[in-house]
């Protein structure tokens, strides 16, 4: 039997640093090279799993575009229904969206106005925490719909960049799996 600490040791190893992607200057964290291995796939779903497997959640909303893989897999295992949180003009029907900055620009995210209700409970899922921005738009979205924000997860999350300190001031719960300093 596996112990927790192997199993984020396992999953750190599939993932793959690109050095200056998207621009020059950044170490992006491939979490590609995890997802294709089964067994890493299965380690980073079962964490989240067991991380929500008590709490009441009506949905998980995921981020556009990994965070759909985490999200789809997470919402499966829970029994619930799963949101898109998407870019700009790729949903069909009526939207409300959000601008934040990120650590390399700005950009902007939407939700269909009726995705969710007041009083449904809903997990934010990336892939990886940078600055917080991407995340704390998708809860201020969530919010505006007037559903509440259970927590956000992601597995990866980038320490230096302050991330969860951003969205922990904003009142949301932070779970990752693994963490990085890439000084």
Partial sequence: MTTLTENYEYVREHVRIVPDFPKKGIMFLDITTAIKDAKAMQMMTDFLYEKFKDEKVDYVAGIESRGFIFG??????????????RKPNKLPAKTIREDYTLEYGTNTIEIHEDALKAG??????????????????????????????????????????KGRQKIEEKGYKVLSMLNYNLD
């Fill in 120 to 161: 449904d409970r809903v997990v934010v899922i990336d892939d990886l925490l940078a600055t917080g921005g991407t995340a704390i738009a998708a809860c201020n979205l969530i919010k505006r719909v007037g559903a509440e924000v259970v927590s956000t997860a992601f597995i990866i999350e980038l320490d230096p960049l």
């Fill in 72 to 85: 789809a897999a997470l919402a499966y295992k829970l029994g619930c229904g799963f949101i898109t949180i």
